[in-house]
């Protein structure tokens, strides 16, 4: 069974900066595509960040993407962290390497992790 566990997520002010990690277990992590994707209340999924260097252009420049194999885990470093990044942030995982900005090309979800960036 594939879980997907993300944590890092809090408040913090605008200009301020964050780390999400997301442990996978289940999947062969070396060969699962990771992605990072956030919602804000009233509005649809968005992707935020996917492979080793695949960025929305709302966070290009700010947000980082990384993976450790070894520790089964993602990252996703945020910083000048603005009110307009406010969202439920979630992990997503495909079974292939095959990366994706779509929402609906991957298979498995975290349950997601709250930032909230006060101005």
């Known amino acids: 069974q594939v879980q997907l566990v993300e944590s890092g997520g809090g408040l913090v002010q605008a200009g301020g900066s964050l780390r999400l990690s997301c442990v996978a277990s289940?999947?062969?992590?070396?060969?699962?595509?990771m992605g990072w994707f956030r919602q804000a209340p009233g509005k649809e999924r968005e992707f935020v960040a996917a492979g080793t260097s695949a960025y929305a252009d709302s966070v290009k420049g700010r947000f980082t993407i990384s993976r450790d194999n070894a520790k089964n885990t993602v990252y996703l470093q945020m910083n000048s962290l603005s009110p307009e990044d406010t969202a439920v942030y979630y992990c997503?995982?495909?079974?292939?390497?095959?990366?994706?900005?779509?929402?609906?090309?991957?298979?498995?979800w975290g349950q997601g992790t709250q930032v909230t960036v006060s101005s």
């Open positions: 997503a995982a495909r079974s292939d390497t095959l990366y994706y900005t779509a929402p609906g090309k991957y298979s498995y």
């Open positions: 289940g999947l062969t992590f070396s060969r699962s595509a």
